[in-house]
């Protein structure tokens, strides 16, 4: 993970989540990409250290477990970047122009200066993050997949070289690959302001959730709304474990018999009730960063 900034529910249920059931049957190692951020945000590294120590503290707080995975900080393992040297040698430049989320990036975030080196090979440098643990699976979201592709392609051509040296990644789908935002946008990002962060504090969560988008054709609560495509239900069904009381309130929307106060409330009390366990041991782990 990369650490540009806090950390947010589209984190938890996208990585995080999913993250912490790997421990189990698999050995893994998560890491701070700390030399990926610079690949967009190397103009302004300053935050770069906090926003580290922020993003391992969320890490424990959801339940990963340092004792039983490997941390680590990409930077403080320099040959992250040996190999990345060595993998440039046999790629040819054509293989990462053609990534699709190159161009698109670059459009996303047209502010920035993303003509560099750096930005064209960040693909590369993940192959390298893979490869050099012998790693077999990568768990990612459907937007990663072609970068793994590419890692294969790239595996494949320097053991073409060098003989059988490096192993081909498989990616490991993530289920909740997309966590729609607040205003009911395509994805929850820092980037959109559509976040709620693991850090905000129950208040903040009511209010944020307060603001959610709803069925826009829905003026009063005896209008019957739409519960498909809502991303007020679709928080539900994603955070609120309590089913029937979920079911009520998708028959009343769809009936006109409850106002959209209730239903984010309920909402809220829902993430609350997921997130204070976090903030308690989040608030505990940060009294010693140590
Ligand atoms: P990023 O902060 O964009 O570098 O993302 C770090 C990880 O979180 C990646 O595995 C992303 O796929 C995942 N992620 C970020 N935002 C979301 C979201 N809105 N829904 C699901 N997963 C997300």
């Not at 790239?154 to 729609?180: A, D, H, W």
């Not at 980037?191 to 905000?200: A, D, K, R, Y």
């Not at 209730?262 to 010693?288: H, T």
């Amino acid at each position: 993970m990369r650490p540009t900034g806090k950390l947010h529910l589209g984190h938890l249920v996208g990585a995080l989540q999913n993250w912490v059931a790997l421990q189990e049957p698999y050995d893994c190692f998560y890491f701070v990409a700390d030399w990926h951020a610079l690949t967009t945000d190397y103009a302004e590294t300053s935050p770069l250290t906090q926003y580290a120590y922020d993003n391992a503290i969320d890490w424990i707080a959801a339940g990963l477990d340092p004792e039983r995975s490997t941390f680590f900080v990409q930077s403080m393992v320099p040959e992250h970047a040996e190999l990345y040297l060595l993998l440039a040698m046999t790629t040819p430049v054509s293989w990462l122009e053609r990534v699709p989320t190159y161009k698109e990036q670059q459009d996303a975030l047209a502010d920035k200066d993303l003509s560099s080196i750096g930005f064209l090979s960040y693909p590369l440098l993940q192959t390298s993050d893979v490869a050099i643990y012998d790693g077999n699976f990568v768990p990612v979201g459907d937007d990663q997949v072609a970068h793994l592709e590419l890692a294969r392609e790239v595996v494949r051509r320097f053991n073409r070289f060098y003989g059988n040296v490096l192993v081909e990644p498989q990616p490991l789908l993530t289920k909740m690959s997309r966590l729609p935002g607040l205003d009911g946008g395509k994805k929850m990002s820092k980037s959109l302001g559509n976040t709620i962060l693991l850090s905000e504090d129950a208040e903040s969560v009511k209010r944020k959730v307060r603001s959610m988008y709803t069925d826009p054709k829905r003026i009063r609560p005896d209008v019957p709304g739409t519960v498909e495509g809502n991303p007020v239900f679709l928080y539900h069904d994603v955070f609120n474990p309590d089913a029937a009381e979920v079911d009520d309130l998708k028959a009343r929307y769809r009936a006109g018999k409850v106002g959209d106060v209730e239903v984010k409330d309920k909402l809220a009390k829902a993430l609350n009730a997921a997130l204070e366990p976090m903030r308690e041991r989040r608030q505990e782990l940060a009294s010693r960063p140590e």
